[in-house]
């Protein structure tokens, strides 16, 4: 398998980031010594070899190289203080960072992934040698390689600074959440040649048409039969509306008469949310959604257009009236989304200085719409004036006064954010956007892109600390976290949510203390087996980076361990159980995957018989732990797990049944159900207590010959 990016010798471990437990068992070879001396064999070429766990020896060839220029390319400013600083160590190049591993190969018959254990192995002892062994840590700004301290793998801050600057690039330099430079580009394919221009069709020509089809569609139906029943339902045919609309929409788009063009989209989309309102059957008003969905896209587009092209005033007008169309009631209401990606194309006319005035007046207008209008005020006037509501035309009524559902106000006020920032940043109106983020501090959706500029610019202890307290803020870290995980700016890239921005800056800020909290708090929480391998991560951490000896490590993961019980006690009082059944396993919310791997991977055996009070079906790992120290009660957790009757009243369980007789059933099911403890026994304890046991049961039931040959295999 090719990598994809040379990796830096001083930050090998991305090698092994999809196989931690590869790297944890390379980090053991390590430090039990099993690597010979790494010899330098040919120019860059480095041989060592390295004993394997049948007494084998294997040879591990690494080559090296520098970088093109001598430099690391993953350096960066990490704080707001140490700009100064930090501007000379961009200038100058360590040499630790620009050693890259150009290519490893073991003669181990290993091939399920690309690197072996005995590879990683060897690159330890290579880093040690070449780049020298860790020193104490830093816990400044400016901690780096060339401080003497091994630079931390930057797993999570490397892909996030990618993909911040690919958005920033489309954003003309700006983060942004609604705009970038891909809708100007689509707005082109909808520019006709001034030779290949159609002629508008004028208003009143498509209001007919629209009409005609409109009636037409309700003069047919499609009858939809059910496949398992008699029953059948009917809906509209809106084949031919649908085509109509494309039709008027499709000459509009291609128009350079924009004022007019845009009176012909807003009636294509108030007609087809008007039909939208009046179908009955969901089913059946399928295309029409997809074709909302689609218009409204469109004309976001088509604005971008609008904004390069038109005059100040024909800009002003058409952007007013897709405002318009934005605004209506029913339109807020039942399609908040569509409503504010049209509200959003005031964002195109923000970067020309003659046509600005006119994206402000739309923003303030939705800022005062949905942001600083009080829905409560205003459903008390209106009890109040219920006697005189008969005699209003609701022509009347202002689009506030109707009522909005909180779920259509939370995404007509988020969007409004949303908007409201792009348009500052656009702007460059620097005040603006930083009253805005003091004003709106508890939006998730700001602070994480206030977040995200700072990680962008390079203030990455600046954006910890924000991270930190928006969490600290919270009433309850989970359900941010989830929050954040969802999110567009960062799409995918923050699986563990406003962690995972904590965690990339503590990567960058080359802070092992920071990011082992990280690292823990993911331990603690863990209720999913993909998070696991922050046991290895932990303790590789601790180990190599943060120069603990193993016996320091170990008291750390003890005192970690009674973290996590405390954790789990917390689960029981506070949080109800739900269980998920995964293959032949229940899984609850109250187990702790992570918890168990530290209680194997540390031999925690009294913490492992406490934890299986609560596990239903200990895995053999946690049976093997807890045999260390407590080898009976290992033998009673098994043994219990046997139907009744096989070895007489379970010692383990907490009732017994009263009243029933302790007789082994005769059913060849029963005796399965033995012979799989059986074995779970024998690979606890070994084949010959197993044997012993097996004759014990089958002495109690002589005269059972199936129970005889389900166990077979243990006499």
């Known amino acids: 398998m090719v990598v994809p990016q040379k990796p830096a010798l001083a930050q090998f471990e991305v090698m092994f980031e999809g196989t931690p437990l590869i790297l944890e068992r390379a980090t053991d070879y390590w430090e039990s010594g099993r690597v010979s001396s790494v010899q330098e064999i040919a120019p860059q070429l480095y041989h060592a070899r390295v004993a394997g766990s049948d007494d084998d020896y294997y040879d591990v060839d690494i080559r090296l190289g520098k970088d093109a220029h001598g430099e690391n390319t993953n350096e960066a400013n990490t704080d707001d203080q140490a700009t100064t600083s930090s501007n000379t160590d961009h200038e100058s190049t360590t040499d630790d960072n620009s050693i890259r591993i150009q290519s490893a190969a073991c003669t181990c018959p290993y091939q399920r992934t690309p690197y072996c254990k005995h590879i990683g192995a060897v690159l330890y002892e290579l880093r ?5 062994a860790h020193g ?27 993909h911040l600057d690919a958005r920033a690039e489309q954003g003309k330099g700006h983060l942004l959440f609604l705009w970038s430079a891909q809708l100007r ?17 004028p208003l009143i020509d498509a209001q007919t048409m629209l009409s005609d089809t409109i009636r037409r569609c309700h003069e047919r139906f499609i009858i939809h039969i059910s496949k398992h029943s008699d029953a059948y339902s009917k809906s509209c045919d809106y084949t031919e509306f649908i085509k109509t609309v494309q039709a008027i929409a499709g000459n509009a788009l291609q128009s350079s008469d924009y004022a007019s063009a845009c009176g012909n989209l807003r009636l294509c989309i108030h007609e087809v949310h008007a039909l939208l ?24 587009c088509y604005m971008e257009n609008v904004a390069e092209f038109a005059d100040s005033p024909t800009a002003g007008k058409a952007l007013n009236t897709i405002a318009q169309a934005a605004n209506d009631k029913d339109m807020r209401q039942c399609e908040p989304l569509n409503s504010m990606l049209l509200i959003s194309s005031a964002l195109a006319f923000a970067q020309y200085d003659d046509k600005r005035m006119w994206a402000y007046d739309v923003i303030d207008n939705a800022i005062t719409r949905n942001l ?42 988020l969007f409004t954010l949303m908007s409201v920032y792009d348009l500052y940043a656009l ?37 910890y600390m924000l991270a930190q307290g928006f969490l600290l803020s919270s009433r309850d870290m989970e359900d941010v976290d989830i929050d954040a995980r969802h999110n567009g700016l960062l799409p995918d890239l923050l699986p563990h949510g406003w962690h995972t921005i904590m965690e990339c800056c503590a990567e960058g800020l080359n802070d092992v203390g920071l990011l082992a909290n990280v690292y823990r708090y993911y331990i603690l929480s863990c209720n999913d087996r993909s998070d696991t391998h922050y046991v290895s991560k932990l303790r590789n951490l601790l180990r190599i980076y943060g120069g603990l000896s193993a016996e320091e490590w170990h008291d750390v993961a003890d005192g970690l361990a009674r973290d996590c019980a ?24 109250w187990r702790n995957p992570a918890y168990e791997k530290l209680i194997v991977d540390e031999r925690l055996s009294g913490a492992a018989l406490i934890y299986c009070v609560m596990v239903d079906y200990p895995p053999l790992p946690l049976l093997r732990t807890i045999a260390i120290e407590h080898p009976e009660s290992a033998k009673s957790i098994i043994l219990d797990a046997m139907p009744y009757g096989t070895m007489g009243t ?39 207590e197993t044997r012993v046991l097996a004759h014990e049961i089958v002495g109690r039931y002589p005269n059972r010959t199936a129970l005889r040959e389900e166990l077979a295999f243990a006499l």
């Open 128 to 132: 040690k040698q070449l780049i020298g």
């Open 136 to 162: 104490n840590h830093h816990n400044d700004d400016t901690a780096n390689a060339h401080d003497g301290v091994i630079a931390l793998p930057r797993t999570v801050l490397d892909p996030i600074q990618q």
């Open 185 to 201: 580009e689509a707005a082109k394919t909808f520019c006709a040649q001034p030779d290949e221009e159609r002629p508008l069709i």
């Open 277 to 300: 309102l009046s179908s009955e059957d969901d089913d059946g008003s399928e295309p029409l959604l997809t074709l909302m969905d689609d218009l409204a896209m469109r004309v976001r």
């Open 372 to 413: 600083e209008y009080s829905f409560s005020e205003e459903s008390e006037e209106s009890d109040e004036d219920d006697e005189d509501e008969d005699n209003k035309d609701s022509s009347e009524v202002d689009d506030e006064t109707d009522f909005i559902s909180d779920e259509s106000l939370h995404v007509l006020q």
């Open 427 to 463: 702007s460059n109106d620097d005040a603006g956007r930083e009253q805005l983020l003091s004003e709106y501090s508890e939006s998730m959706a700001l602070t994480l892109m206030n977040a995200a500029n700072m990680i962008h610019e390079g203030h990455l202890r600046s954006a």
């Open 566 to 589: 405390r954790n789990i006690i917390d689960r029981i009082k506070y949080q109800p159980e739900m269980t998920t059944k995964g293959g032949t396993q229940r899984h609850s919310s």
């Open 650 to 688: 379970p010692v383990f369980r907490f009732t017994v049944e009263r009243g029933v007789d302790n007789t082994l059933t005769a059913r060849r099911t029963t005796y399965q159900q033995i012979a799989k403890q059986l074995r779970r026994f024998a690979a606890v304890f070994g084949d010959e």
